[in-house]
């Protein structure tokens, strides 16, 4: 069976860094395009992050420039490092093995819809001005 399991979710100040871990089993992260989502109270999820079998990566308008998605294949573990924090990235963020732009009025919604076993359960990260 498929598991991911997300870490690192934190209460940070404005202009600060946090790394999120996805610790995956039951497939190989090198071999399958993951995803990072995240569900902002009250809004529709989003698809911050995308990572391709290739290493390409690609991100949001809203994070370009602050978020970076990466791997490590020996330990079958995504990353997600994000820089720049500011309040509005206040939101639960979930990895999934797939990248799809998210349909529905929020995340749980979209992953049931989906696969839900391809998702994690989510961290919290909280940043205040």
């Known amino acids: 069976a498929v598991r991911l399991e997300e870490s690192g979710g934190d209460s940070v100040q404005a202009g600060g860094s946090l790394t999120l871990s996805c610790s995956v089993s039951?497939?190989?992260?090198?071999?399958?395009?993951m995803a990072w989502y995240r569900q902002v109270l009250g809004k529709e999820c989003e698809l911050v992050s995308t990572?391709?079998?290739?290493?390409?990566?690609s991100s949001a308008d809203s994070v370009k420039g602050r978020f970076t998605a990466s791997r490590d294949a020996a330990k079958n573990t995504l990353y997600l490092q994000m820089n720049n924090l500011k309040p509005e990235d206040t939101a639960v963020y979930y990895c999934?093995?797939?990248?799809?732009?998210?349909?529905?009025?929020?995340?749980?919604?979209?992953?049931?819809?989906?696969?839900?076993?391809?998702w994690g359960v989510g961290t919290q990260v909280t940043v205040s001005s």
């Open positions: 990572i391709r079998v290739d290493g390409s990566q």
């Open positions: 999934a093995a797939y990248s799809r732009i998210p349909s529905g009025p929020n995340c749980v919604y979209f992953m049931a819809k989906e696969d839900i076993s391809l």
């Open positions: 039951g497939l190989r992260v090198g071999d399958s395009e």
